[in-house]
């Protein structure tokens, strides 16, 4: 996790849901066949999502930072983003 501690009880009975675990999967799919990483793949979602919104990343080093700056190459398609989306 972001602070480097491993996940609490409480935090993996609220967020590792089988919809979520799902939702891992699509991602990993996808990612895998655009060949980036699930993480430039998830901000990349982020940042096409018409809601002003803004993604805050940390880096530790300059590979987490190009992968991350990745992300603003990605051009989701409608039927990408749908089905990332979908239940």
């Known amino acids: 996790l972001g ?3 491993a996940p609490t009880p409480k935090i993996l009975s609220r967020y590792m849901t089988e919809e979520n675990r799902t939702r ?3 991602v990993k799919a996808l990612s895998k066949q655009l060949g980036v990483s699930p ?3 998830a901000l990349s979602y982020l ?3 018409p809601l002003a919104v ?3 990343f940390r880096c530790r ?3 987490q930072l190009a992968d991350s700056m ?3 190459a990605i051009q989701l398609t409608p039927d990408q983003i749908a089905w990332l989306e979908s239940e």
Request: hydrophobic share 50%; aromatic share 4%.
């Open 39 to 41: 993480g430039a793949l």
């Open 61 to 63: 080093t300059m590979e």
């Open 54 to 56: 803004s993604a805050v």
């Open 3 to 5: 602070w480097g501690g």
């Open 70 to 72: 990745a992300a603003a």
């Open 47 to 49: 940042t096409c999502n």
């Open 24 to 26: 891992l999967e699509r």
